[in-house]
Protein backbone atom coordinates (compact mmCIF):
# COMPACT_ATOMS: atom_id res chain seq x y z
CA UNK A 1 0.00 0.00 0.00
CA UNK A 2 1.31 3.32 -0.77
CA UNK A 3 0.85 6.65 1.07
CA UNK A 4 0.60 10.03 0.47
CA UNK A 5 1.68 13.10 2.19
CA UNK A 6 -1.27 15.56 4.07
CA UNK A 7 1.32 18.55 4.32
CA UNK A 8 -1.00 20.29 1.60
CA UNK A 9 -4.17 19.83 3.96
CA UNK A 10 -2.19 20.73 7.54
CA UNK A 11 -0.08 23.98 6.46
CA UNK A 12 -3.10 26.27 6.00
CA UNK A 13 -4.22 25.14 9.48
CA UNK A 14 -1.00 25.48 11.00
CA UNK A 15 -1.49 29.63 11.10
CA UNK A 16 -4.46 28.96 13.63
CA UNK A 17 -2.20 26.95 16.70
CA UNK A 18 0.29 27.43 18.91
CA UNK A 19 4.18 26.73 18.04
CA UNK A 20 3.30 25.31 14.47
CA UNK A 21 6.90 24.59 14.29
CA UNK A 22 6.76 21.24 16.10
CA UNK A 23 4.47 20.27 13.15
CA UNK A 24 6.76 20.72 10.18
CA UNK A 25 9.46 18.42 10.09
CA UNK A 26 12.64 19.05 8.86
CA UNK A 27 15.35 18.85 11.84
CA UNK A 28 18.89 18.63 10.89
CA UNK A 29 19.40 14.95 10.99
CA UNK A 30 16.06 13.92 10.16
CA UNK A 31 14.94 11.07 7.25
CA UNK A 32 12.96 10.80 4.81
CA UNK A 33 13.12 8.36 2.68
CA UNK A 34 10.85 7.55 -0.44
CA UNK A 35 7.78 5.41 1.00
CA UNK A 36 7.39 2.69 -2.59
CA UNK A 37 11.16 2.27 -1.45
CA UNK A 38 11.15 0.03 1.15
CA UNK A 39 9.40 -3.15 2.82
CA UNK A 40 8.85 -1.93 5.80
CA UNK A 41 6.96 1.33 7.50
CA UNK A 42 7.07 2.26 10.89
CA UNK A 43 6.26 4.82 12.95
CA UNK A 44 7.39 5.87 16.26
CA UNK A 45 5.57 7.84 18.69
CA UNK A 46 6.54 9.66 22.10
CA UNK A 47 2.87 10.27 23.43
CA UNK A 48 3.98 13.52 24.69
CA UNK A 49 4.24 16.99 23.19
CA UNK A 50 6.82 17.81 20.73
CA UNK A 51 9.23 19.33 23.21
CA UNK A 52 9.26 16.77 25.46
CA UNK A 53 9.53 13.77 23.26
CA UNK A 54 12.25 15.13 20.63
CA UNK A 55 14.70 15.17 22.91
CA UNK A 56 14.33 11.58 24.40
CA UNK A 57 17.31 8.96 23.37
CA UNK A 58 15.23 5.80 23.13
CA UNK A 59 13.22 7.00 20.23
CA UNK A 60 16.11 8.87 18.48
CA UNK A 61 17.97 5.23 18.78
CA UNK A 62 15.53 3.40 17.28
CA UNK A 63 14.54 6.35 14.30
CA UNK A 64 17.93 5.83 13.40
CA UNK A 65 18.83 1.75 13.92
CA UNK A 66 15.60 1.03 11.57
CA UNK A 67 16.29 3.75 8.97
CA UNK A 68 19.69 2.32 8.78
CA UNK A 69 18.08 -0.71 6.98
CA UNK A 70 17.61 0.01 3.48
CA UNK A 71 14.10 -2.07 3.85
CA UNK A 72 12.58 0.09 6.33
CA UNK A 73 11.31 3.56 7.02
CA UNK A 74 11.33 4.81 10.65
CA UNK A 75 9.42 8.58 10.87
CA UNK A 76 8.33 10.29 14.26
CA UNK A 77 5.16 11.34 15.41
CA UNK A 78 4.34 13.04 18.78
CA UNK A 79 1.36 14.16 20.64
CA UNK A 80 -0.79 16.60 18.82
CA UNK A 81 -1.43 19.03 21.18
CA UNK A 82 -5.29 20.13 21.91
CA UNK A 83 -5.76 23.34 19.54
CA UNK A 84 -4.50 21.45 16.58
CA UNK A 85 -6.59 18.36 17.74
CA UNK A 86 -9.70 19.88 17.36
CA UNK A 87 -9.14 21.48 13.86
CA UNK A 88 -7.91 17.88 12.86
CA UNK A 89 -10.82 16.91 13.45
CA UNK A 90 -13.25 19.74 11.59
CA UNK A 91 -10.91 18.96 9.19
CA UNK A 92 -11.15 15.12 8.94
CA UNK A 93 -7.27 15.40 9.00
CA UNK A 94 -5.40 11.92 10.37
CA UNK A 95 -2.42 12.01 12.73
CA UNK A 96 0.84 12.53 10.80
CA UNK A 97 4.42 11.97 11.41
CA UNK A 98 6.38 14.75 11.16
CA UNK A 99 9.24 13.68 8.81
CA UNK A 100 7.29 12.41 5.49
CA UNK A 101 3.52 13.92 6.80
CA UNK A 102 2.26 10.85 6.08
CA UNK A 103 -1.01 9.43 8.06
CA UNK A 104 0.01 7.19 10.84
CA UNK A 105 -2.74 4.52 9.73
CA UNK A 106 -0.77 3.74 6.61
CA UNK A 107 2.14 2.36 8.69
CA UNK A 108 2.96 -0.93 9.41
CA UNK A 109 4.19 -0.28 12.93
CA UNK A 110 3.28 2.00 15.25
CA UNK A 111 5.36 1.98 17.93
CA UNK A 112 4.68 4.10 21.08
CA UNK A 113 7.33 4.45 23.57
CA UNK A 114 6.08 5.32 27.45
CA UNK A 115 8.08 7.00 30.10
CA UNK A 116 5.42 7.40 32.18
CA UNK A 117 2.12 5.83 32.11
CA UNK A 118 0.19 9.38 32.34
CA UNK A 119 0.93 9.27 28.38
CA UNK A 120 -1.86 6.42 28.34
CA UNK A 121 -4.62 8.84 27.68
CA UNK A 122 -2.73 10.63 24.93
CA UNK A 123 -2.32 6.82 23.30
CA UNK A 124 -6.19 6.87 22.92
CA UNK A 125 -6.43 10.46 21.43
CA UNK A 126 -3.51 9.56 18.70
CA UNK A 127 -5.44 6.42 17.58
CA UNK A 128 -8.78 7.83 17.62
CA UNK A 129 -7.11 11.15 15.64
CA UNK A 130 -5.38 8.24 13.39
CA UNK A 131 -8.69 6.82 12.69
CA UNK A 132 -7.09 3.38 14.45
CA UNK A 133 -9.43 1.16 16.08
CA UNK A 134 -8.94 2.01 19.85
CA UNK A 135 -9.64 -1.65 20.26
CA UNK A 136 -7.03 -4.32 19.19
CA UNK A 137 -9.74 -6.83 18.65
CA UNK A 138 -11.10 -4.83 16.02
CA UNK A 139 -8.38 -3.84 13.80
CA UNK A 140 -8.08 -5.95 10.59
CA UNK A 141 -4.96 -6.82 8.60
CA UNK A 142 -5.21 -2.93 7.04
CA UNK A 143 -4.19 -1.67 10.64
CA UNK A 144 -1.01 -1.19 11.86
CA UNK A 145 0.52 -3.32 14.75
CA UNK A 146 0.37 -0.90 17.49
CA UNK A 147 3.09 -1.65 19.98
CA UNK A 148 4.50 -0.43 23.07
CA UNK A 149 7.29 0.49 24.87
CA UNK A 150 9.69 2.03 27.57
CA UNK A 151 9.65 1.73 30.85
CA UNK A 152 5.81 1.63 31.42
CA UNK A 153 5.94 -1.67 28.97
CA UNK A 154 6.64 -3.93 31.82
CA UNK A 155 3.54 -3.83 33.06
CA UNK A 156 1.22 -2.51 30.00
CA UNK A 157 -1.72 -4.74 31.41
CA UNK A 158 -3.79 -1.08 32.20
CA UNK A 159 -3.72 -1.05 27.96
CA UNK A 160 -3.73 -4.59 27.31
CA UNK A 161 -7.15 -3.57 24.76
CA UNK A 162 -5.10 -1.21 23.20
CA UNK A 163 -2.68 -2.59 22.04
CA UNK A 164 -1.09 -5.03 19.93
CA UNK A 165 1.45 -6.27 21.43
CA UNK A 166 4.59 -4.76 23.84
CA UNK A 167 8.39 -4.66 23.57
CA UNK A 168 10.17 -5.37 27.17
CA UNK A 169 13.71 -3.97 27.83
CA UNK A 170 16.11 -2.49 25.18
CA UNK A 171 15.10 -2.00 21.76
CA UNK A 172 18.19 -1.82 19.32
CA UNK A 173 17.68 -6.06 18.36
CA UNK A 174 14.05 -6.39 19.08
CA UNK A 175 13.04 -3.84 16.55
CA UNK A 176 15.21 -5.59 13.81
CA UNK A 177 13.65 -8.84 14.61
CA UNK A 178 10.22 -7.43 14.56
CA UNK A 179 10.79 -5.65 11.03
CA UNK A 180 12.11 -9.71 9.85
CA UNK A 181 8.79 -10.80 11.02
CA UNK A 182 6.41 -7.89 9.32
CA UNK A 183 8.48 -8.29 6.07
CA UNK A 184 8.02 -11.64 5.62
CA UNK A 185 3.95 -11.91 6.13
CA UNK A 186 3.50 -8.98 4.19
CA UNK A 187 5.74 -10.76 1.48
CA UNK A 188 3.16 -13.52 1.88
CA UNK A 189 0.14 -11.30 1.33
CA UNK A 190 -0.21 -10.05 4.98
CA UNK A 191 -4.00 -11.01 5.17
CA UNK A 192 -4.29 -13.01 8.44
CA UNK A 193 -3.49 -10.57 11.11
CA UNK A 194 -3.55 -13.52 13.52
CA UNK A 195 -1.32 -15.02 12.45
CA UNK A 196 1.29 -12.03 12.44
CA UNK A 197 0.33 -11.77 15.94
CA UNK A 198 1.19 -15.37 16.68
CA UNK A 199 4.34 -14.96 14.82
CA UNK A 200 5.59 -11.65 16.88
CA UNK A 201 4.59 -13.43 20.14
CA UNK A 202 7.80 -16.00 19.19
CA UNK A 203 10.48 -13.42 19.47
CA UNK A 204 11.62 -13.32 22.72
CA UNK A 205 11.20 -9.82 24.73
CA UNK A 206 7.75 -9.38 22.31
CA UNK A 207 4.27 -9.65 24.40
CA UNK A 208 1.30 -9.99 22.33
CA UNK A 209 -1.82 -9.67 25.40
CA UNK A 210 -4.40 -11.20 23.52
CA UNK A 211 -2.71 -14.74 22.90
CA UNK A 212 -2.73 -14.25 27.17
CA UNK A 213 -6.14 -15.38 29.33
CA UNK A 214 -6.39 -14.24 32.73
CA UNK A 215 -9.36 -15.35 35.02
CA UNK A 216 -9.92 -13.86 38.29
CA UNK A 217 -10.93 -15.27 41.52
CA UNK A 218 -14.05 -14.37 43.92
CA UNK A 219 -11.66 -12.22 45.86
CA UNK A 220 -10.86 -10.14 42.37
CA UNK A 221 -7.44 -10.65 42.54
CA UNK A 222 -5.98 -12.36 39.61
CA UNK A 223 -6.68 -16.49 39.56
CA UNK A 224 -4.24 -17.04 36.62
CA UNK A 225 -2.54 -15.86 33.55
CA UNK A 226 -2.24 -18.34 30.85
CA UNK A 227 -1.47 -18.72 26.98
CA UNK A 228 -4.27 -19.11 24.72
CA UNK A 229 -2.89 -21.28 22.06
CA UNK A 230 -0.23 -23.51 21.90
CA UNK A 231 3.03 -22.24 20.77
CA UNK A 232 2.61 -18.90 22.98
CA UNK A 233 5.22 -18.84 25.69
CA UNK A 234 4.35 -18.67 29.56
CA UNK A 235 6.51 -16.08 30.35
CA UNK A 236 8.14 -13.59 28.34
CA UNK A 237 11.73 -12.92 29.02
CA UNK A 238 13.12 -8.16 28.73
CA UNK A 239 15.72 -7.96 25.87
CA UNK A 240 19.19 -6.66 26.63
CA UNK A 241 21.70 -5.07 24.48
CA UNK A 242 25.29 -6.13 25.31
CA UNK A 243 28.77 -4.16 24.39
CA UNK A 244 26.81 -0.77 24.34
CA UNK A 245 29.98 0.58 22.41
CA UNK A 246 28.85 -2.03 19.29
CA UNK A 247 25.64 0.24 19.70
CA UNK A 248 26.82 3.98 19.50
CA UNK A 249 23.38 5.60 18.56
CA UNK A 250 22.22 8.37 18.27
CA UNK A 251 25.62 8.69 15.55
CA UNK A 252 23.33 12.04 14.57
CA UNK A 253 21.19 13.26 17.47
CA UNK A 254 18.25 15.59 15.73
CA UNK A 255 18.26 18.92 16.34
CA UNK A 256 14.96 20.09 17.38
CA UNK A 257 13.73 23.47 15.30
CA UNK A 258 11.40 24.29 18.19
CA UNK A 259 12.52 24.68 21.58
CA UNK A 260 12.55 21.56 23.89
CA UNK A 261 13.40 20.54 27.45
CA UNK A 262 16.49 19.13 26.45
CA UNK A 263 19.18 22.09 24.75
CA UNK A 264 21.81 19.43 24.59
CA UNK A 265 23.86 16.71 22.95
CA UNK A 266 23.43 13.54 25.38
CA UNK A 267 25.55 10.45 24.89
CA UNK A 268 24.41 7.50 27.39
CA UNK A 269 27.89 6.98 29.55
CA UNK A 270 26.02 3.38 30.42
CA UNK A 271 23.18 1.62 31.01
CA UNK A 272 21.78 -0.41 34.06
CA UNK A 273 22.22 0.65 37.93
CA UNK A 274 23.10 -1.73 41.05
CA UNK A 275 22.93 0.64 43.63
CA UNK A 276 19.47 -0.98 44.80
CA UNK A 277 16.85 1.97 45.73
CA UNK A 278 14.11 0.12 46.19
CA UNK A 279 11.71 2.70 44.86
CA UNK A 280 13.55 2.82 41.70
CA UNK A 281 12.07 0.70 38.53
CA UNK A 282 14.30 2.07 36.16
CA UNK A 283 17.12 0.56 38.41
CA UNK A 284 15.81 -2.41 38.99
CA UNK A 285 14.59 -3.24 34.69
CA UNK A 286 17.54 -2.55 33.17
CA UNK A 287 20.15 -4.84 35.27
CA UNK A 288 22.80 -5.37 34.50
CA UNK A 289 24.99 -2.25 34.48
CA UNK A 290 26.86 -1.97 30.96
CA UNK A 291 29.26 0.64 30.77
CA UNK A 292 30.36 2.09 27.18
CA UNK A 293 34.37 2.30 26.90
CA UNK A 294 35.90 5.65 27.62
CA UNK A 295 36.90 5.71 24.29
CA UNK A 296 33.52 4.94 22.83
CA UNK A 297 31.99 7.47 24.88
CA UNK A 298 35.04 10.48 23.19
CA UNK A 299 33.87 9.30 19.95
CA UNK A 300 30.08 9.53 20.44
CA UNK A 301 30.35 12.71 21.94
CA UNK A 302 33.25 14.24 18.78
CA UNK A 303 30.86 12.68 16.27
CA UNK A 304 27.60 13.97 17.93
CA UNK A 305 28.64 17.62 18.09
CA UNK A 306 30.45 17.50 14.91
CA UNK A 307 26.81 16.52 13.62
CA UNK A 308 24.75 18.79 16.37
CA UNK A 309 26.65 22.23 16.59
CA UNK A 310 25.45 22.13 19.99
CA UNK A 311 27.63 23.26 22.93
CA UNK A 312 26.80 21.28 25.59
CA UNK A 313 26.77 17.48 26.36
CA UNK A 314 24.73 15.48 28.98
CA UNK A 315 26.92 12.41 29.81
CA UNK A 316 23.51 10.19 30.78
CA UNK A 317 22.51 7.10 32.88
CA UNK A 318 20.81 6.40 35.95
CA UNK A 319 24.06 7.07 38.20
CA UNK A 320 26.63 8.96 35.92
CA UNK A 321 29.19 9.75 38.80
CA UNK A 322 29.63 6.15 39.21
CA UNK A 323 31.04 5.21 35.69
CA UNK A 324 34.49 3.60 36.66
CA UNK A 325 36.40 5.70 34.52
CA UNK A 326 34.21 9.60 35.12
CA UNK A 327 36.95 11.54 36.29
CA UNK A 328 38.99 10.36 33.24
CA UNK A 329 35.85 10.79 31.11
CA UNK A 330 35.13 14.55 32.42
CA UNK A 331 39.20 15.40 32.36
CA UNK A 332 39.47 14.30 28.76
CA UNK A 333 36.57 15.67 27.53
CA UNK A 334 37.00 18.99 29.38
CA UNK A 335 40.45 19.47 28.28
CA UNK A 336 39.46 18.77 24.75
CA UNK A 337 36.61 21.28 24.09
CA UNK A 338 37.65 23.97 26.87
CA UNK A 339 38.74 26.32 23.79
CA UNK A 340 34.96 25.86 22.39
CA UNK A 341 33.37 26.30 25.56
CA UNK A 342 31.52 23.08 25.14
CA UNK A 343 30.40 22.23 28.71
CA UNK A 344 29.48 18.83 30.19
CA UNK A 345 26.28 18.22 32.41
CA UNK A 346 25.83 14.90 34.69
CA UNK A 347 22.09 14.22 35.92
CA UNK A 348 21.54 14.52 39.75
CA UNK A 349 24.87 13.06 41.61
CA UNK A 350 24.58 11.02 43.97
CA UNK A 351 26.08 12.23 47.25
CA UNK A 352 28.37 9.74 47.95
CA UNK A 353 29.33 9.59 44.72
CA UNK A 354 30.44 13.45 44.24
CA UNK A 355 33.99 14.91 44.41
CA UNK A 356 34.70 18.75 44.12
CA UNK A 357 37.31 17.59 41.31
CA UNK A 358 34.29 15.80 39.29
CA UNK A 359 32.23 19.29 39.74
CA UNK A 360 34.72 21.06 38.87
CA UNK A 361 35.31 19.46 35.18
CA UNK A 362 31.73 19.52 34.61
CA UNK A 363 31.47 23.06 35.23
CA UNK A 364 35.14 24.00 33.75
CA UNK A 365 33.60 25.07 30.50
CA UNK A 366 30.67 26.42 30.80
CA UNK A 367 28.20 28.47 33.76
CA UNK A 368 28.60 26.80 37.26
CA UNK A 369 25.00 26.29 38.00
CA UNK A 370 23.34 24.73 40.73
CA UNK A 371 24.11 21.16 42.06
CA UNK A 372 21.39 18.71 41.82
CA UNK A 373 21.10 15.46 45.02
CA UNK A 374 18.76 13.27 45.77
CA UNK A 375 18.68 12.08 49.43
CA UNK A 376 14.95 10.78 48.55
CA UNK A 377 13.91 10.55 52.41
CA UNK A 378 14.31 13.13 54.80
CA UNK A 379 15.12 10.79 57.75
CA UNK A 380 18.58 8.54 58.42
CA UNK A 381 15.38 5.49 59.12
CA UNK A 382 13.70 6.23 56.01
CA UNK A 383 16.93 6.55 53.89
CA UNK A 384 17.74 2.90 55.18
CA UNK A 385 13.81 1.40 53.94
CA UNK A 386 14.53 2.73 50.74
CA UNK A 387 18.58 1.46 50.56
CA UNK A 388 19.89 5.25 49.94
CA UNK A 389 22.75 4.39 51.77
CA UNK A 390 23.52 8.79 52.68
CA UNK A 391 23.23 10.01 55.83
CA UNK A 392 23.04 13.39 57.36
CA UNK A 393 26.66 14.33 57.62
CA UNK A 394 27.63 12.81 54.19
CA UNK A 395 25.21 15.28 52.49
CA UNK A 396 26.38 18.21 54.74
CA UNK A 397 29.92 17.72 54.51
CA UNK A 398 29.20 17.12 50.78
CA UNK A 399 27.28 20.68 50.02
CA UNK A 400 29.60 22.91 52.16
CA UNK A 401 32.31 21.46 49.94
CA UNK A 402 30.23 22.90 47.17
CA UNK A 403 29.73 26.11 48.51
CA UNK A 404 33.44 26.47 50.39
CA UNK A 405 34.19 26.46 46.12
CA UNK A 406 32.13 29.07 44.86
CA UNK A 407 28.45 27.33 44.32
CA UNK A 408 25.72 29.34 45.72
CA UNK A 409 22.59 26.81 44.69
CA UNK A 410 22.05 23.17 45.45
CA UNK A 411 18.82 21.74 44.97
CA UNK A 412 18.13 18.44 47.12
CA UNK A 413 14.89 15.94 45.95
CA UNK A 414 12.88 14.04 48.15
CA UNK A 415 9.90 11.87 48.01
CA UNK A 416 6.71 11.74 50.12
CA UNK A 417 4.31 9.12 50.66
CA UNK A 418 7.66 6.40 51.35
CA UNK A 419 6.67 3.00 52.31
CA UNK A 420 6.70 3.23 56.70
CA UNK A 421 7.07 6.96 56.64
CA UNK A 422 5.49 8.99 59.19
CA UNK A 423 4.88 12.97 59.78
CA UNK A 424 8.34 13.20 61.50
CA UNK A 425 10.31 11.57 58.68
CA UNK A 426 9.28 14.39 56.13
CA UNK A 427 9.39 16.89 58.75
CA UNK A 428 13.39 15.89 58.60
CA UNK A 429 13.97 17.25 55.29
CA UNK A 430 13.16 20.90 56.79
CA UNK A 431 15.55 20.18 59.55
CA UNK A 432 18.09 19.15 56.74
CA UNK A 433 17.45 21.96 54.70
CA UNK A 434 18.39 24.09 57.21
CA UNK A 435 22.03 23.04 58.00
CA UNK A 436 22.55 22.82 54.36
CA UNK A 437 21.99 26.81 54.98
CA UNK A 438 23.75 27.21 57.83
CA UNK A 439 26.62 24.96 56.69
CA UNK A 440 26.42 27.12 53.16
CA UNK A 441 26.92 30.47 54.94
CA UNK A 442 29.72 29.81 57.33
CA UNK A 443 31.10 27.72 54.82
CA UNK A 444 31.09 30.70 51.90
CA UNK A 445 30.99 33.61 54.54
CA UNK A 446 28.10 34.78 52.35
CA UNK A 447 24.42 34.66 52.80
CA UNK A 448 22.79 34.42 49.21
CA UNK A 449 23.50 30.88 49.04
CA UNK A 450 19.82 28.98 48.08
CA UNK A 451 19.06 25.27 48.44
CA UNK A 452 15.83 24.48 46.99
CA UNK A 453 14.15 21.78 48.61
CA UNK A 454 11.41 19.10 45.38
CA UNK A 455 9.39 16.99 46.94
CA UNK A 456 7.45 14.00 44.60
CA UNK A 457 5.12 11.70 45.41
CA UNK A 458 6.39 7.95 45.40
CA UNK A 459 4.80 5.56 43.45
CA UNK A 460 4.95 2.19 43.79
CA UNK A 461 6.17 0.14 40.63
CA UNK A 462 6.29 -3.35 39.02
CA UNK A 463 9.50 -5.26 39.20
CA UNK A 464 10.56 -3.45 42.37
CA UNK A 465 10.75 -4.25 46.47
CA UNK A 466 7.96 -2.17 46.53
CA UNK A 467 5.49 -3.73 44.10
CA UNK A 468 3.70 -4.90 47.43
CA UNK A 469 3.34 -1.91 49.36
CA UNK A 470 0.49 -0.04 50.13
CA UNK A 471 0.35 3.76 48.24
CA UNK A 472 -0.26 6.56 50.72
CA UNK A 473 -3.37 8.61 49.99
CA UNK A 474 -3.29 11.97 48.31
CA UNK A 475 -4.73 13.34 51.26
CA UNK A 476 -2.11 11.96 53.73
CA UNK A 477 0.46 13.39 50.60
CA UNK A 478 -0.79 16.70 50.86
CA UNK A 479 -1.35 17.08 54.68
CA UNK A 480 2.34 16.04 55.29
CA UNK A 481 3.93 18.73 52.16
CA UNK A 482 1.47 21.34 54.28
CA UNK A 483 2.95 20.80 57.38
CA UNK A 484 6.75 20.65 55.69
CA UNK A 485 5.80 24.01 54.30
CA UNK A 486 5.17 25.24 57.59
CA UNK A 487 8.25 24.12 59.35
CA UNK A 488 10.26 25.79 56.43
CA UNK A 489 8.93 29.00 56.82
CA UNK A 490 9.00 29.03 60.62
CA UNK A 491 12.38 30.17 60.68
CA UNK A 492 12.35 33.15 58.89
CA UNK A 493 16.05 33.85 58.87
CA UNK A 494 16.83 30.44 57.23
CA UNK A 495 13.17 29.69 54.87
CA UNK A 496 14.09 32.53 52.91
CA UNK A 497 17.00 30.87 51.33
CA UNK A 498 15.30 27.73 50.63
CA UNK A 499 12.73 27.01 48.01
CA UNK A 500 10.16 24.66 48.24
CA UNK A 501 8.58 23.37 44.86
CA UNK A 502 6.30 19.81 44.88
CA UNK A 503 3.42 18.33 43.68
CA UNK A 504 0.95 17.19 45.56
CA UNK A 505 -0.55 13.63 45.88
CA UNK A 506 -3.39 13.67 43.37
CA UNK A 507 -1.26 12.74 40.17
CA UNK A 508 0.91 10.31 41.93
CA UNK A 509 -2.52 8.42 42.97
CA UNK A 510 -3.31 8.37 39.41
CA UNK A 511 0.21 7.18 38.29
CA UNK A 512 -0.16 4.61 40.77
CA UNK A 513 -3.40 3.24 39.64
CA UNK A 514 -1.69 2.54 36.17
CA UNK A 515 1.25 1.59 37.08
CA UNK A 516 0.13 -1.11 38.95
CA UNK A 517 -3.26 -1.97 37.56
CA UNK A 518 -4.69 -4.82 35.60
CA UNK A 519 -6.58 -5.30 32.40
CA UNK A 520 -9.29 -3.94 33.97
CA UNK A 521 -8.07 -0.60 34.44
CA UNK A 522 -8.36 0.10 30.59
CA UNK A 523 -11.64 0.87 31.25
CA UNK A 524 -10.97 3.68 33.40
CA UNK A 525 -8.54 4.53 31.08
CA UNK A 526 -11.11 4.65 28.57
CA UNK A 527 -13.70 6.48 30.16
CA UNK A 528 -11.03 9.49 31.21
CA UNK A 529 -10.41 10.12 27.43
CA UNK A 530 -13.68 10.10 26.61
CA UNK A 531 -14.60 12.98 29.08
CA UNK A 532 -11.84 14.74 27.77
CA UNK A 533 -8.43 13.68 29.08
CA UNK A 534 -5.37 14.18 27.78
CA UNK A 535 -1.70 15.14 28.53
CA UNK A 536 -2.24 14.06 31.80
CA UNK A 537 1.51 14.55 32.67
CA UNK A 538 0.79 18.29 32.40
CA UNK A 539 -1.03 20.22 35.36
CA UNK A 540 -2.46 22.53 33.42
CA UNK A 541 -4.47 19.40 31.84
CA UNK A 542 -4.61 17.06 34.24
CA UNK A 543 -8.32 16.52 36.65
CA UNK A 544 -8.00 13.91 39.59
CA UNK A 545 -11.56 14.27 40.00
CA UNK A 546 -11.92 13.20 36.27
CA UNK A 547 -10.09 10.17 37.17
CA UNK A 548 -12.40 9.76 40.17
CA UNK A 549 -14.97 9.61 38.82
CA UNK A 550 -14.26 7.25 35.77
CA UNK A 551 -13.10 4.93 38.30
CA UNK A 552 -16.22 5.13 40.22
CA UNK A 553 -17.84 4.34 37.47
CA UNK A 554 -15.94 1.41 35.70
CA UNK A 555 -14.41 -0.57 38.80
CA UNK A 556 -17.81 -1.67 40.73
CA UNK A 557 -18.60 -3.89 38.17
CA UNK A 558 -15.20 -5.99 38.96
CA UNK A 559 -15.68 -5.87 42.33
CA UNK A 560 -12.37 -3.40 42.83
CA UNK A 561 -12.27 0.67 43.49
CA UNK A 562 -9.21 2.81 43.17
CA UNK A 563 -7.70 2.24 46.39
CA UNK A 564 -8.08 -1.51 45.56
CA UNK A 565 -4.88 -0.57 43.11
CA UNK A 566 -3.64 2.04 45.13
CA UNK A 567 -3.60 1.87 48.89
CA UNK A 568 -4.42 -1.91 49.02
CA UNK A 569 -0.67 -3.88 50.40
CA UNK A 570 -0.37 -6.80 47.94
CA UNK A 571 0.06 -10.49 49.74
CA UNK A 572 3.55 -12.69 49.23
CA UNK A 573 1.64 -15.22 47.31
CA UNK A 574 -1.04 -12.91 45.04
CA UNK A 575 -0.95 -13.04 41.54
CA UNK A 576 0.38 -9.85 40.13
CA UNK A 577 -0.55 -8.87 36.71
CA UNK A 578 3.01 -8.20 35.95
CA UNK A 579 4.10 -11.88 36.97
CA UNK A 580 3.71 -13.40 33.21
CA UNK A 581 6.73 -10.72 32.17
CA UNK A 582 10.50 -11.23 32.84
CA UNK A 583 12.50 -8.65 34.02
CA UNK A 584 15.17 -10.81 35.28
CA UNK A 585 14.45 -10.00 39.01
CA UNK A 586 13.72 -13.23 41.11
CA UNK A 587 10.11 -12.72 42.79
CA UNK A 588 11.78 -14.27 46.22
CA UNK A 589 14.73 -11.85 45.64
CA UNK A 590 12.38 -9.15 45.53
CA UNK A 591 10.21 -10.26 48.30
CA UNK A 592 13.22 -11.00 50.33
CA UNK A 593 13.98 -7.37 50.05
CA UNK A 594 10.94 -6.02 50.75
CA UNK A 595 11.31 -7.54 53.81
CA UNK A 596 14.62 -5.95 54.36
CA UNK A 597 13.37 -3.18 53.44
CA UNK A 598 10.06 -3.15 56.41
CA UNK A 599 13.45 -4.32 58.73
CA UNK A 600 15.37 -1.24 57.68
CA UNK A 601 18.06 -3.53 56.37
CA UNK A 602 20.68 -1.92 53.88
CA UNK A 603 21.64 -3.83 50.76
CA UNK A 604 25.13 -3.08 49.36
CA UNK A 605 26.11 -2.53 45.46
CA UNK A 606 26.89 -5.75 43.48
CA UNK A 607 29.44 -4.09 41.12
CA UNK A 608 31.71 -4.50 43.94
CA UNK A 609 30.67 -7.27 46.40
CA UNK A 610 29.96 -11.24 45.41
CA UNK A 611 26.97 -11.42 43.63
CA UNK A 612 23.81 -11.52 45.84
CA UNK A 613 21.36 -13.69 43.93
CA UNK A 614 18.71 -11.31 42.23
CA UNK A 615 18.42 -13.45 39.32
CA UNK A 616 19.21 -10.99 35.94
CA UNK A 617 22.80 -12.05 35.44
CA UNK A 618 21.92 -15.98 35.30
CA UNK A 619 18.62 -15.57 34.24
CA UNK A 620 19.06 -13.77 30.82
CA UNK A 621 22.42 -14.92 30.24
CA UNK A 622 24.04 -11.28 30.63
CA UNK A 623 26.88 -10.09 32.62
CA UNK A 624 27.76 -6.64 34.52
CA UNK A 625 30.43 -4.66 32.30
CA UNK A 626 32.18 -2.60 33.42
CA UNK A 627 35.97 -1.12 33.36
CA UNK A 628 38.21 0.25 34.19
CA UNK A 629 39.76 -0.12 30.76
CA UNK A 630 43.23 1.28 30.91
CA UNK A 631 42.51 3.28 28.16
CA UNK A 632 42.38 7.30 27.41
CA UNK A 633 39.97 9.25 25.87
CA UNK A 634 40.86 10.23 21.82
CA UNK A 635 41.00 11.44 19.93
CA UNK A 636 43.21 14.30 22.14
CA UNK A 637 43.61 16.88 20.10
CA UNK A 638 42.18 19.70 21.46
CA UNK A 639 39.13 21.80 19.20
CA UNK A 640 39.54 25.53 18.36
CA UNK A 641 42.71 25.85 19.23
CA UNK A 642 44.41 26.17 15.52
CA UNK A 643 46.04 22.89 16.28
CA UNK A 644 46.78 21.00 13.04
CA UNK A 645 44.11 18.63 12.03
CA UNK A 646 41.54 20.04 14.62
CA UNK A 647 37.64 20.42 14.37
CA UNK A 648 37.85 24.02 13.99
Known sequence: ?????????????????????????????????????????????????????????????????????????????????????????????????????HPVRDFDVLGVSFATELGYTNLLEALSLAQIPLDARERTAEHPIVLAGGHAAFNPEPIADFIDAAALGDGEQVVGDITDVVKAWKAEGGRDRGELLFRLAQIPGVYVPSLYEVSYGDDAKIASVTPARAGVPAVVPKRTTMNLDEWPYPKKPLVPLAESVHERMSVEIFRGCTRGCRFCQAGMITRPVRERSITGIGEMVENGLKATGFHEVGLLSLSSADHSEIADITKGLADRYEESKTSLSLPSTRVDAFNIDLANELSRNGRRSGLTFAPEGGSERIRKVINKMVSKEDLIRTVTTAYANGWRQVKLYFMCGLPTETDEDVLEIAEMAKEVIRAGREA????????????????????????????????????????????????????????????????????????????????????????????????????????????????????????????????????????????????????????DALDETELDDCRWIPCYDCGVCPGMGTDIQIGPTGRKLLPLTPVNTGAPGSAG
Open 1 to 101: MTSHSVFSELEPLLGQVQKPIQYVGGELNSTVKEWDSVDVHWALMYPDAYEVGVPNQGLMILYEVLNERADTLAERSYAVWPDLAALMREHDLPQFTVDGH
Open 444 to 595: SGKKDIRCTVSIGGFVPKAHTPFQWASQASAQTIDDRLAKLKAAITSDRNLGRSIGFRYHDGKPSEVEGLLSRGDRRVGAVIRKVWESGGKFDGWSEHFSHQRWVDAAAAALPQYGVDLAWFTTRERDEDEILPWDHLDSGLDKQWLWDDWL
